[in-house]
């Protein structure tokens, strides 16, 4: 039996669990709890009730990893539908991405939507307050929402009968040029793909990408390629502060400025700027022939950039 409307008890019907909710409430669906290692339950504990409801923020995302849909009554909070898709191993799981089921709003939903989700659909019903996360818009096949598929899951699964609107398919990849301004583009993107934004992006673009190219016609936000693991992120304008953090391999190639704390923490791989503040270890090198022919292939001219290793 599941607990439905608060105190109400209601059998489970084709999958779905439902919540009622009296105000916003963050990190719903929120598969990282708010990045839980880092903050250890203060911010989030997984065991915690939604406010107004018997179910916990843990039963929401187990519930999901069936394969089963949420269905929330309200309006959601900000970071709804964090990192979904991923069998976190923090919390014992394989890393690896995994099926899910769908969310559902029957409301308006805040900024960060679908931040690193690499799986399942979120139907809204109301207003989405930007910036969102690694999130197309797609047809809606229910009435009355709009639906929001991962870019990710979109490139490595293909569209299946679904028809993005704002977006568009090219032969290596995807070309968003809606004006809408997202975080964590690129999240754990595993193929040789290209994503193209005609415009400014906000945090964390590329985090975690393992193959495949990320192209930014404009500027990035912070954490720009944070803990990438392969493939390259082009930003065609300049990026804010700590890009390459965590950075693990790969290539960043910012046309511009890469901002402070460059490259803080990085383990490997190489960032190309044309200006940017290193943090040690991290510091300027000069470029060698192996450096100015992947620049000249990219299209830029390696006399204009730095490198910082």
Known sequence: MFKLFGKKSKEKKRGILEIDLQEPVDCLCDFTYNFYWQHKGKKLDPSWKIPGNEYT???LVEHLKKGNDVKINGNAGHRLCSSMGVDLKFFGGSGKEVDVGNVIVDGDVDTRMGISMVKGSIYVKGNVKAPIGNLVEV???MQGYRKFKSITDILMNGLSDDKLKGSYLTNTGILMDDGIIRDTVGSRLNKDAEIVVNGNVDLSTGILMRNGTVRVNGNAGKNTGALLNGGTIIINGKCDDFTGIDM??????????????LAANKKNGIVFAK???PIPPAEEKNLSSEDSRKLLKMG???REFKKFE
Do not use: L, Q, W
């Open 57 to 59: 923020f843990s039963d």
């Open 139 to 141: 047809k809606s096949d």
């Open 248 to 261: 693990i391999k790969g290539y960043i190639i910012v046309n511009g400025d890469a901002g402070k704390f």
């Open 275 to 277: 200006k940017g503040s």
């Open 300 to 302: 830029f001219n390696p």
